[in-house]
């Protein structure tokens, strides 16, 4: 049996995320009590026929002691040798507070009390926070949309192979915020902009004459070679920690060249059976699974072997 559990902030895009499962297949439940997770589990296995994948949505609608709880409730079904995933969905409060204006809803945490939305959204947060602590995928939801929140959840949970790493790598702009699923980021702004020459502002680093431009450069592929050392050295106590999902964001100014070039070069260093590599290029809108389509790797530094 998969479980997933799906959590986060309301209006973070939680129902969206629950219908896609369902319409994959999963038996899907919303606002399930956090205490009622392994008995439900238990019962589902006991069913003719058992239930294969399950999905059910735990939130702040729940009591306040039971989110407390949540990790050991967590732990309880996981012993049971149940296949279990914490996706948490999250959006900063300005877009929160804009999708609530805009649909006109009640905030769950307003109702029976003198909150403002302002103030739910940010109880919200700490009352979740044993959850996402323990998540094992954050989705920043921001910049979404339904289409594309829907094939994030078909093409990295429903997908997901248990005992398997997938290894995100996403470039960003920091004009518009550090992605909040991001679990290690690289800044990348100290090397050489090709915005500012004007012959070559309108391509992304995928292209040919942004790829010349920045191997014309030394610093640039000594950034790489360290970044690509790094996650070398680390990756391997990522693995045997068990996560199942790992989000490495590199980010330039508009995170159109410069951050695009360097993905797209180490994503194919890290491409092994061991791990499922997934490329997203926030500015761009570009999210998918490493193909043969992705350029080779950088050209090593002079002096330098490629593994180093």
Known sequence: MQLVIISGRSGSGKSIALQALEDLGYYAIDNLPANLLAPLIDELRSEPPARANVAVSIDARN??????RFPVLLEAVRERGIDTQVVYLTADAKI???RYSATRRRHPLTRGNDMTLAEAIDHEQEFLAPIRRVA???IDTRGLSVHDLRARISEQVARHTGGRLTLTFESFGFKRGVPLDADMVFDVRCLPNPFWDPELRGFDGRDSEIIEFLEAYPDVH???????AWLTRWLPAYLASHRSYLTVAIGCTGGHHRSVYLIER???HFHHEAVDIRLRHRELGVHTALSE???PPLTPPRGLDADT
């Open 222 to 228: 000594a950034m790489a070679g360290d970044i690509h």
């Open 266 to 268: 180490l994503a194919r």
């Open 63 to 68: 009591v306040p002691e039971s989110l407390e």
């Open 293 to 295: 389509n992705i350029a």
């Open 136 to 138: 094992d995928l954050v």
């Open 96 to 98: 929160l507070l804009e």
